[in-house]
């Protein structure tokens, strides 16, 4: 599929996806976010890609809705409307873009080379890493707006930096450094713009390189799924089933065998194929 709005360049095991409209510092609109949601569903069927990137081209990493049009930018029935989906204009299927983040099997890192504001924010919420540069600025500025966070931030935000810190961002609307946001726990690390993407390539070179995709998958899925859970009760009936059912597969029998042999593993099994028969158990 060819794409109006991203980048997809494979490169080895290492996807980088570029939301890619540098002369409107890469302003979402609905184009972009089924163009999203296919990317991240096609990475997901592709064994080939063990981790993603998304980072932003020109200054940008992505300055909110596309609100060009004007004040009816957020009037699904105002034919100038750019922010939202509509017949004319669908979004995708079913959850959209922040769906298919979160349901994909492959690792994803956010490397945040500039402005990420309003949707252009809450979209790298899913997202397991979130990285950025010296010089980027954050802004969850819905409520300045009229409007209220979307694309699920309202769950995401406070599993990520906690509840107190979400109402502060959010009620406030202001904007953040990228020092702030690493010191409330958005962002895991700060580098200088130049080196950014290589810093997020050294992330996702190394889970590449040193973990199972079939674990990956399933790990992330546990850690998001459960960490809201009153307790680990439903958690336990969860992963001690898995650990039973991977304990006698291939891609542990390679893990250990690499670690005792002190070489790299070649885990043989892939997402496409080889997920457990308790996969998803959210839908059984």
């Not at 510092?25 to 064994?47: C, I, K, Q, V």
């Not at 699904?76 to 099997?105: D, K, L, N, Q, Y």
């Not at 291939?250 to 790299?264: I, N, Q, T």
Request: proline share 6%; hydrophobic share 45%; glycine share 12%.
């Amino acid at each position: 599929m060819a794409y109006e709005t991203l980048l997809y360049e494979l490169d080895g095991p290492i996807l980088t996806v570029t939301l890619n409209r540098p002369e409107r510092l890469n302003a979402y609109n609905s184009t972009m976010g089924a163009e999203l949601e296919d990317a991240f569903r096609r990475a997901d069927a592709d064994d080939d890609v063990r981790a993603i990137i998304v980072t932003g081209a020109g200054r940008g990493f992505c300055a909110g809705a596309d609100i060009s049009s004007g004040s009816g930018a957020f009037d699904a029935r105002a034919p100038g409307s750019t922010a939202f989906a509509t017949a004319e204009r669908p979004r995708g299927s079913g959850s959209g873009f922040v769906g298919a983040i979160f349901e994909c099997r492959k690792p994803s890192i956010a490397a945040i080379n500039g402005a990420a504001v309003g949707v252009g924010l809450t979209m790298t919420l899913p997202m397991d890493i979130r990285i950025a540069a010296e010089g980027a600025r954050f802004g969850f500025v819905f409520a300045r707006r009229g409007l209220v966070p979307e694309a699920g931030s309202a769950w995401f935000l406070p599993k990520l930096v906690g509840l107190a810190q979400a109402l502060r961002w959010c009620l406030s609307g202001e904007m953040i450094d990228a020092r702030a946001a690493q010191a409330g726990g958005l962002v895991s690390e700060v580098t200088a713009p130049e080196a950014l993407i290589e810093r997020a390539r050294t992330i996702a070179g190394s889970i590449a390189e040193n973990t199972a995709p079939v674990a990956v998958a399933l790990t992330r899925q546990l850690l998001w799924r459960f960490a809201g859970a009153p307790d680990p009760s439903e958690l336990l009936k969860i992963d001690g089933r898995l650990s039973m059912e991977l304990g006698s597969g291939p891609d542990v029998r390679e893990g250990v065998g690499a670690f005792l042999e002190k070489r790299p593993p070649h885990f043989p099994g892939k997402v496409s194929a080889d997920m457990p028969k308790l996969y998803p158990w959210w839908q059984g």
